[in-house]
């Protein structure tokens, strides 16, 4: 484990002429606090990535790591200890320094700086400034998670963690003596080695050719039956759509009823100014014996007689309006309905061209993978040219098969120890030993930051991110908010790995700025947890602008500010 003791710094950024120091060997959780400009970064960031591997962690030019007012004496110095060893390794600008010391005696330099440089990276920290950046400091600046990382870079983030890199080395140096073999070899014995490799390129591409053809061919012929089956599903699904939307009362109906309510409606007014004429001329008989028209008296059995006329016709007047008041009853419940089925054909239209849409979706799919498989069968004419081809190398290799036996062994076992010691061989056999302690590990993290995903890392450092509903996500997927805790929860499962391996490990994590970026309260509050833990270990450093809101939550509180151009530890 390596246990950072203390960063200092004179003219180094915006500091001035005089050593800055911080200490590092108290396990705790500082709050860094100060305004923009004022030296926080340059602090805690730059200082000890460039102290350890000569770069700042931002993007700066090295030439402006410099005290711009000063303008030489830029010094730092950072000490470690590794067990029992302890380290202190000082580098400066204009001078240019860079010096390495293991129990306070200077380790030989050597001629070149990038030679010396390996030294501390291989031989004393185990990492690079890839892999340190991935354990113990987190920013928002030029920070380059691990999941946008290239696949080069984060296969050498997991071997520094793993502490395998030393196969690559390994490797690195069976290649080298594997290459004099060639060298020492005659030309016969070098068309030998191409056929062989000709050879083995053929297979390669014979044995990929017919194994794709089949298993591709075998998954597209599934899955297009299972497509047809979703497809026939989505058509029954329309039919039933279809045929429910035709049998719900339409726009035409509600018309035709409205027309014939409205006609009813005609009929009873006219009906009822009818009542009421046929009654006053009832009335009119009932109260009247001489006609006010011709004074003349009206007789009794006339008056009967047409009071009994009358009277049946009010009869059929009343009972018609009652006929029509009861269709009318029943017009205006379908008018109701006629509503009602209107919007019920709205829903059903929108469903209607939901299911059309995937069916469409479904058709495309299948006619891509008959497509596919139609591709896939026209390799046959590819294959046999291989075959022709293998077989003309194979009579090649015949003839010279007797001049490659004397080195033949050797450079088996050779070959041997390279395929041991390639990415696919002892590294690729450790890390997929070490996948699901990974996986668990960071979906431990990312449960603790209350976000509920599955999260896992194939062999070849791919994602797949799934949901509680199990669909498939990528980091890219997500907000700014959810890959930040995907990105907390990688670098704190690295450093508990290397913990575990006791490779990278080390006591010291700095996070710049990642409670002012996308996390939300529920968020904060859910890494506050977490760094809690990891303090009582380790010392944790959070840089902010939250200084006001967040200062209860921390043991511990620095601050920076700048004075007369320089900027001062508080």
Same mark, same amino acid.
């Not at 200077?106 to 920290?125: F, G, P, R, W």
């Given at each position: 484990?390596?246990?950072?003791?203390?960063?200092?710094?004179?003219?180094?950024?915006?500091?001035?002429?005089?050593?800055?120091?911080?200490?590092?060997?108290?396990?705790?959780?500082?709050?860094?606090?100060?305004?923009?400009?004022?030296?926080?970064?340059?602090?805690?960031?730059?200082?000890?990535?460039?102290?350890?591997?000569?770069?700042?962690?931002?993007?700066?030019?090295?030439?402006?790591?410099?005290?711009?007012?000063?303008?030489?004496?830029?010094?730092?110095?950072?000490?470690?200890?590794?067990?029992?060893?302890?380290?202190?390794?000082?580098?400066?600008?204009?001078?240019?320094?860079?010096?390495?010391?293991?129990?306070?005696?200077?380790?030989?330099?050597?001629?070149?700086?990038?030679?010396?440089?390996?030294?501390?990276?291989?031989?004393?920290?185990?990492?690079?400034?890839?892999?340190?950046?991935?354990?113990?400091?987190?920013?928002?600046?030029?920070?380059?998670?691990?999941?946008?990382?290239?696949?080069?870079?984060?296969?050498?983030?997991?071997?520094?963690?793993?502490?395998?890199?030393?196969?690559?080395?390994?490797?690195?140096?069976?290649?080298?003596?594997?290459?004099?073999?060639?060298?020492?070899?005659?030309?016969?014995?070098?068309?030998?080695?191409?056929?062989?490799?000709?050879?083995?390129?053929?297979?390669?591409?014979?044995?990929?050719?017919?194994?794709?053809?089949?298993?591709?061919?075998?998954?597209?012929?599934?899955?297009?039956?299972?497509?047809?089956?979703?497809?026939?599903?989505? $058509?029954?699904? !329309? &039919?039933?759509?279809? @045929?429910?939307? %035709?049998?719900? +009362?339409?726009?035409?109906?509600? #018309?035709?009823?409205?027309?014939?309510?409205?006609?009813?409606?005609?009929?009873?007014?006219?009906?009822?100014?009818?009542?009421?004429?046929?009654?006053?001329?009832?009335?009119?008989?009932?109260?009247?014996?001489?006609?006010?028209?011709?004074?003349?008296?009206?007789?009794?059995?006339?008056?009967?007689?047409?009071?009994?006329?009358?009277?049946?016709?009010?009869?059929?007047?009343?009972?018609?309006?009652?006929?029509?008041?009861?269709?009318?009853?029943?017009?205006?419940?379908?008018?109701?309905?006629?509503?009602?089925?209107?919007?019920?054909?709205?829903?059903?239209?929108?469903?209607?061209?939901?299911?059309?849409?995937?069916?469409?979706?479904?058709?495309?799919?299948?006619?891509?993978?008959?497509?596919?498989?139609?591709? $896939?069968?026209? !390799? &046959?004419?590819?294959? @046999?040219?291989? %075959?022709?081809? +293998?077989?003309?190398?194979?009579? #090649?290799?015949?003839?010279?098969?007797?001049?490659?036996?004397?080195?033949?062994?050797?450079?088996?076992?050779?070959?041997?120890?390279?395929?041991?010691?390639?990415?696919?061989?002892?590294?690729?056999?450790?890390?997929?030993?070490?996948?699901?302690?990974?996986?668990?590990?960071?979906?431990?993290?990312?449960?603790?930051?209350?976000?509920?995903?599955?999260?896992?890392?194939?062999?070849?450092?791919?994602?797949?991110?799934?949901?509680?509903?199990?669909?498939?996500?990528?980091?890219?997927?997500?907000?700014?908010?959810?890959?930040?805790?995907?990105?907390?929860?990688?670098?704190?499962?690295?450093?508990?790995?290397?913990?575990?391996?006791?490779?990278?490990?080390?006591?010291?994590?700095?996070?710049?700025?990642?409670?002012?970026?996308?996390?939300?309260?529920?968020?904060?509050?859910?890494?506050?947890?977490? +760094?809690?833990?990891?303090?009582?270990?380790?010392?944790?450093?959070?840089?902010?602008?939250?200084?006001?809101?967040?200062?209860?939550?921390?043991?511990?509180?620095?601050?920076?500010?700048?004075?007369?151009?320089?900027?001062?530890?508080?």
């Amino acid at each position: 484990m390596i246990k950072f003791e203390y960063v200092k710094f004179k003219n180094f950024g915006s500091f001035g002429n005089y050593y800055t120091t911080i200490d590092f060997s108290h396990n705790s959780m500082t709050l860094v606090s100060g305004s923009n400009g004022h030296g926080k970064s340059y602090a805690l960031l730059d200082s000890i990535t460039f102290a350890l591997f000569g770069k700042p962690f931002r993007k700066i030019n090295i030439s402006q790591l410099v005290n711009s007012i000063n303008s030489k004496d830029c010094v730092v110095e950072t000490g470690f200890s590794i067990g029992k060893e302890s380290y202190k390794v000082v580098r400066g600008l204009k001078p240019k320094k860079f010096e390495i010391y293991k129990n306070n005696e200077l380790i030989t330099q050597s001629a070149k700086a990038k030679d010396y440089q390996n030294i501390l990276e291989d031989q004393i920290l185990k990492m690079n400034y890839k892999s340190f950046t991935q354990i113990v400091t987190l920013g928002s600046s030029s920070f380059i998670p691990f999941m946008q990382l290239s696949p080069a870079d984060r296969r050498s983030v997991i071997e520094d963690i793993l502490d395998i890199s030393i196969f690559s080395s390994m490797n690195f140096i069976i290649k080298a003596k594997f290459s004099n073999i060639k060298e020492s070899v005659n030309l016969k014995q070098k068309d030998i080695q191409l056929v062989e490799e000709k050879v083995k390129i053929q297979i390669s591409n014979l044995e990929s050719l017919t194994k794709n053809k089949m298993e591709t061919l075998s998954d597209n012929n599934k899955k297009i039956e299972e497509v047809r089956g979703q497809i026939e599903k989505l $058509k029954n699904k !329309l &039919d039933l759509q279809v @045929q429910l939307s %035709n049998s719900l +009362l339409g726009e035409d109906n509600y #018309e035709s009823i409205r027309e014939t309510l409205d006609e009813h409606t005609s009929l009873i007014n006219q009906l009822t100014d009818k009542v009421k004429t046929n009654k006053e001329e009832l009335d009119f008989y009932g109260l009247n014996e001489v006609c006010p028209t011709c004074n003349q008296s009206i007789d009794d059995s006339f008056k009967i007689k047409k009071k009994k006329t009358l009277i049946e016709k009010q009869n059929e007047f009343i009972s018609a309006i009652k006929n029509l008041n009861s269709h009318k009853q029943d017009l205006l419940k379908k008018i109701d309905k006629c509503k009602q089925d209107k919007e019920k054909k709205q829903t059903l239209l929108y469903e209607i061209n939901e299911t059309k849409n995937s069916m469409a979706v479904a058709v495309g799919y299948m006619n891509n993978l008959s497509a596919d498989s139609s591709k $896939k069968s026209n !390799l &046959d004419e590819s294959i @046999q040219n291989i %075959n022709e081809k +293998l077989n003309v190398y194979e009579i #090649e290799k015949e003839k010279l098969k007797t001049e490659l036996e004397s080195l033949k062994e050797r450079k088996s076992n050779y070959q041997v120890l390279s395929v041991l010691l390639k990415d696919s061989g002892i590294k690729a056999k450790i890390i997929k030993n070490y996948l699901p302690i990974m996986n668990e590990t960071i979906n431990k993290y990312l449960r603790e930051m209350n976000f509920f995903v599955t999260f896992s890392l194939d062999e070849e450092f791919n994602e797949e991110i799934k949901s509680r509903h199990r669909d498939t996500f990528s980091y890219m997927n997500f907000s700014e908010g959810e890959k930040s805790r995907i990105d907390l929860a990688i670098l704190l499962a690295w450093r508990e790995i290397a913990k575990i391996k006791n490779s990278s490990h080390c006591n010291l994590l700095i996070l710049d700025e990642v409670f002012d970026s996308s996390l939300d309260s529920l968020g904060v509050d859910d890494l506050f947890s977490i +760094l809690n833990h990891l303090s009582e270990n380790s010392n944790v450093f959070v840089i902010t602008h939250k200084s006001d809101q967040l200062i209860d939550k921390f043991k511990k509180h620095i601050s920076f500010k700048k004075k007369n151009n320089f900027s001062k530890l508080l």
